[in-house]
């Protein structure tokens, strides 16, 4: 007995420092393998009917990922190279109409009128006044060129963990049930305790991927409707790029909406800018607050205020992944402790069941 507790122990500790390790070495690729999850959960449909279709797990695996690779990649570079357009046709007319000098002059006639104005009231020397306006708009620059060098580097880290996503993906694809088989082995459960569980995380996965499809439709559509009353040129492209940055935590819709208002501003536009900003922060950005609870929690079965508070926590702690992971950590909780209530009870029916059987002369004096 002594020999096995030694050897039960020894074990013990061997498992939790070798899953620490792995931990360690997996750590850069978690967010990846996550994402490949996800993809891999709400394709499953996709991939079962290939492999219906097509003979060999390896082939069948690999017309799927190069499908969903399709499916993702083809709209964001097509949307990205239209973006890209509308956004040089609009420096162009921004340009044309401020004449000869484009920006540089705009600026210079900002500053300049800047400068009159506060030199009636402030006591200072316009010469100065002018040059600390301009050093200041190249202390501005200056972050924003790191940015985009850090953008820059960040395209290839993207490149990297996409890479990385979709290897992970075709072996989810050709191995995932076994993985699942392996998994419910491992975990001390019964088959229907574990199925639960598994279940449980699926729709939790599934559901979030609606809420994400769904205020994107909505804050896109409320997105484009502002654009096209306010006579944005191309509303239909801003109102599908606002969808897909609403995907974007922290930034969100803000990306599109906000800069567009700016430029109604400074085109002279004033009313419109403003009213399109207020329209984007009252309305379209707090649709966010009530689509995606309304919508995960009609799927996952979970009360609308404590998703609300899992999104939150989850971007919090996790970045953009916490999307997804905080919903799942609260519905492998609420899956938990409805085991463990039923585990009780049924303990608690036992014991009742077993005082009741006993024979009158063994029950325990009151």
């Excluded at 899953?19 to 959960?41: D, G, H, K």
């Excluded at 020397?125 to 790191?146: A, E, F, Y």
């Excluded at 896109?220 to 109102?239: D, E, I």
Aim: proline share 4%; with cysteine; glycine share 8%.
């Amino acid at each position: 007995m002594q020999r096995t507790n030694t050897t039960t122990v020894f074990l013990l500790a061997s498992g939790a420092i070798s899953l620490y390790l792995c931990f360690l070495i997996a750590r850069p690729f978690l967010e990846s393998v996550f994402v490949a999850v996800v993809i891999a959960v709400v394709c499953r449909p996709l991939n079962s009917f290939i492999q219906k279709h097509i003979k060999g797990q390896n082939a069948a695996a690999l017309i799927s990922t190069i499908l969903v690779l399709v499916l993702i990649i083809t709209p964001v570079i097509t949307l990205g190279l239209a973006v890209k357009r509308e956004i040089t046709q609009l420096y162009q007319s921004f340009d044309k109409s401020q004449g000869q000098g484009g920006w540089n002059q705009f600026a210079a006639k900002s500053i300049d009128d800047l400068v009159a104005w506060v030199g009636k009231y402030v006591p200072v020397s316009v010469d100065n006044l002018r040059s600390g306006l301009t050093q200041s708009l190249k202390d501005i620059s200056r972050p924003l060129l790191s940015f985009g060098a850090r953008a820059l580097s960040n395209v290839f880290g993207f490149i990297a963990n996409t890479v990385v996503t979709f290897f992970t993906l075709f072996y989810f694809f050709r191995e995932g049930r076994s993985m699942k088989e392996n998994l419910v082995s491992i975990l001390p459960l019964n088959s229907g305790q574990a199925e639960r569980l598994l279940t449980g995380i699926d729709n939790s996965i599934i559901a979030n991927v609606h809420g994400c499809a769904a205020v994107a439709l909505a804050q896109g559509t409320l997105a484009g409707l502002a654009f096209w009353v306010l006579g944005v040129p191309s509303p239909v492209l801003w109102a599908i790029a606002t969808g897909l940055f609403s995907m974007v935590p922290v930034v969100g819709s803000g990306a599109i909406w906000g800069p567009a208002a700016i430029i109604l501003i400074v085109n002279g536009h004033l009313w419109k800018g403003v009213a399109l900003f207020i329209w984007g922060a009252a309305i379209i950005a707090q649709a966010d607050n009530v689509v995606r609870p309304f919508v995960i929690s009609k799927r996952a079965a979970m009360h609308p205020l404590m998703i609300f508070f899992s999104l939150l926590g989850g971007v919090a702690a996790f970045g953009v992944i916490g999307l997804f992971v905080g919903p799942i950590v609260l519905s492998v909780t609420i899956v938990v402790l409805d085991m463990l209530r039923e585990m009780n009870s049924q303990t608690s029916d036992s014991l009742s069941l077993t005082a009741t059987n006993l024979p009158e002369s063994s029950q325990p004096p009151l």
